[in-house]
């Protein structure tokens, strides 16, 4: 249900096409929530066909252009909603975490590689939220919309920094443990 309000975010944050949506996921909200060009094209359909957004009106045919969109009232009464009503958090479902506690039972071959992929993964990640940090959120920039933009990113620094400290350990911790497979031969 949230594709929805992320794609009404954006719409009221800036009135776009499809394709200038699709591009902002890919540079901001798709860094916590993911959606495919399909499913953003998919949705503003939806969207549109139950009142929330309309097509701005274009001075020129509309085929072979693209259209912008803007949210309409019951589409800002809706993200309104949705804003305020409470959510219990996800459980988290993490594959890494599983494979891990499966080599706990099976061995640990090969996993120390791809701890340490996970691991520059993160590096890569963290580096490029510290970037988005230092251009999009420098002193002074103290707008109510920038504190909270920057309050999620910042929610994304903290979490890949946790990923750095537990991958770190975990890279250093897994050739000390002894491998059952080795036991059991």
Known sequence: MSLPHAILTALLEKPS??????????????????????????ELG???????????PSAQPTR?????????PAGRAELARWTAAAQDPKPLRDALLLRLRAAAV????????????????????LAEYEEIEKRDFPPGNDSAQARIQH???????????????????????LPTVTDPEARTS
């Not at 200038?20 to 399909?38: M, N």
């Not at 996993?111 to 890569?124: G, I, K, N, P």
């Not at 999620?152 to 991958?167: C, D, K, S």
């Open 17 to 42: 096409s499809g394709l200038d949506l699709t591009r902002r996921f890919d540079k901001s909200i798709g860094y916590f929530w993911s959606a495919t060009h399909q499913q953003i094209y998919r």
């Open 46 to 56: 939806r969207l549109e066909s139950e009142g929330h957004i309309r097509a701005l």
């Open 64 to 72: 072979g252009q693209k259209k912008s969109y803007e949210v309409l």
């Open 106 to 125: 099976v061995g640990t071959a090969g996993l120390d590689a791809d701890l340490s992929r996970h691991l520059d993964l993160h590096r890569r990640q």
């Open 151 to 173: 309050l999620v990113l910042r929610a994304g620094i903290e979490l890949e920094t946790f990923w750095i400290q537990w991958l770190t350990e975990a890279v250093a911790e």
